[in-house]
């Protein structure tokens, strides 16, 4: 498998995708908020793996310029059918990735990665590549399944049975520990590391990083 058959598997999966309800609303709020206080009016923010752009419509109103990516083009089209019935200002949709040459060097202050550093196929090289689009002392903020942290059974035998037959795109299987020493790796100072789930056990650290 490879970037392009992920990408195709979003794009068939994209509108049952955008059917489906966040399973913990009180977290997926209490994300937003957080965001928001690290956030500024004079903010250009890139997030990447946007899907179909709930947190895009939610945070872009509050900066200065808000780009939200992602390689799925079934994605992009309907977060795009989103943003015409409810148009936010100086927030854009496209299709485009980390690594995509439209996107300048420290064109950014801040990057976000919400569900997103898991679906990647080189973390390493996209942590840097996040790292060289912010501007100095610019923001790198993630939420992102730590699989590694999981059941071992869904890790070594469930993900790759569901690989095998196309019911699931390549996951990175890394742990909360494994992410921050990647972060810290590619340049980066981790001031906050966060458990937002208001239900059960959660894998999903909510990070804050600093470009050292």
């Known amino acids: 498998m490879s970037i392009t058959s992920d990408a195709r598997f979003w794009d068939r999966t994209s509108r049952k995708y955008a059917k489906s309800a966040v399973t913990d609303q009180d977290g997926y709020a209490r994300t937003l908020s957080r965001t928001r206080s690290l956030l500024g009016t004079a903010d250009r923010v890139l997030e990447l793996g946007c899907g179909t752009g709930t947190t895009a419509l939610r945070l872009a109103g509050e900066v200065k310029s808000y780009l939200a990516t992602d390689f799925s083009e079934g994605m992009i089209a309907i977060a795009e059918e989103r943003h015409r019935a409810n148009p936010v200002p100086r927030l854009e949709f496209r299709i485009a990735t980390a690594e995509s040459t439209e996107l ?5 202050d801040a990057v976000l990665g919400f569900n997103y550093l898991h679906l990647v196929r080189d973390l390493p090289g996209t942590l840097r590549r996040i790292h060289a689009l912010l501007a100095a002392d610019g923001l790198f903020i993630s939420k992102t399944p730590c699989l590694g942290d999981m059941n071992p059974l869904i890790r070594l035998v469930l993900l790759p049975a569901m690989r095998a037959t196309g019911l699931a795109p390549h996951a990175g299987a890394f742990s909360t520990a494994e992410l921050a020493r990647l972060i ?7 001031v906050a590391t966060e458990i937002h789930s208001t239900r059960g056990n959660d894998n999903r650290p909510y990070i804050v990083a600093h470009k050292r």
């Open 184 to 190: 810290s790796a590619a340049g980066f100072e981790i």
């Open 104 to 108: 300048e060097i420290g064109q950014f």
